[in-house]
């Protein structure tokens, strides 16, 4: 079975400008969670989308949002870019069952490097 | 205000030896706690998990103890090896209480075990 796959891997972008990255789940899987990851911060929880609907929202300005299509793939957009953007983004699927826990398992993320 | 922390941003351990991590949490709603490990240019992978009902569980090398009453829990690893170096972390969710399961991560810790 294939893995998480994300795009692209690197990209660098300037202050103001706007970015789109994608997830491709495991096949079957219909949750993506995506993450910000900086260092000394861990992983924060952006947000999950499920069967195209965004089930759960971290607490991060409106500048980011994400979006899931019919086949589970999902983007996610961060307009108007600031410094404090660059970051690993990670995507992770799962299930998405709800009832017990659903393991995650997570892409190898897209580095953003806003200049 | 960080839900899970782990104090420990680094760690070295020589090889052979027990390797032990630690995170504490915050929000007493959580009853789902794992462990993850990350290596550089890969998504972190899940390594082990505890249900808030037990205070041990145990998977080969791999032990994670759970105190809810001091809100703290943590990873033991038995003998460490060189292949353990990595970033771990700690990640909680209210699963019972919540239909999804949300996770929160920890800002992780950098194990090092040395030969």
């Known amino acids: 079975k294939a893995g998480v796959t994300q795009t692209p891997r690197y990209l660098i972008k300037t202050r103001g400008q706007q970015v789109t990255l994608s997830c491709s789940p495991i096949?079957?899987?219909?949750?993506v969670s995506w993450y910000q990851q900086t260092p000394g911060q861990g992983l924060q929880f952006l947000f999950e989308y499920f069967s195209e609907t965004q089930r759960n929202k971290g607490n991060f300005p409106g500048r980011f949002s994400g979006r899931q299509f019919s086949n589970s793939r999902s983007e996610m957009n961060v307009s108007t870019l600031e410094l404090g953007d660059s970051a690993l983004y990670l995507c992770?699927?799962?299930?998405?069952?709800?009832?017990?826990?659903?393991?995650?398992?997570f892409g190898p993320g897209t580095r953003l490097t806003v200049l | 205000d960080q839900q899970v922390k782990q104090n420990s941003p680094s760690l070295s351990v020589q090889e052979g030896r027990i390797s032990i991590l630690n995170c504490d949490y915050t929000?007493?709603?959580?009853?789902?706690f794992l462990w993850y490990k990350k290596y550089p240019a890969e998504g972190p992978t899940f390594l082990i998990s505890i249900s808030s009902i037990k205070d041990k569980n145990e998977d080969g090398r791999f032990t994670v103890f759970l105190n809810k009453s001091a809100k703290h829990l943590s990873l033991h690893i038995v003998p460490s090896q060189p292949g353990d170096s990595a970033v771990y972390f700690c990640?909680?969710?209210?699963?019972?209480?919540?239909?999804?399961?949300?996770?929160?991560f920890g800002p992780g810790t950098s194990l090092s075990v040395i030969p």
């Open positions: 096949s079957g899987h219909r949750s």
């Open positions: 990640a909680a969710s209210a699963l019972m209480k919540t239909s999804y399961d949300k996770v929160i």
């Open positions: 929000n007493s709603m959580f009853d789902y």
């Open positions: 992770a699927s799962s299930p998405g069952n709800s009832g017990g826990y659903n393991e995650q398992f």
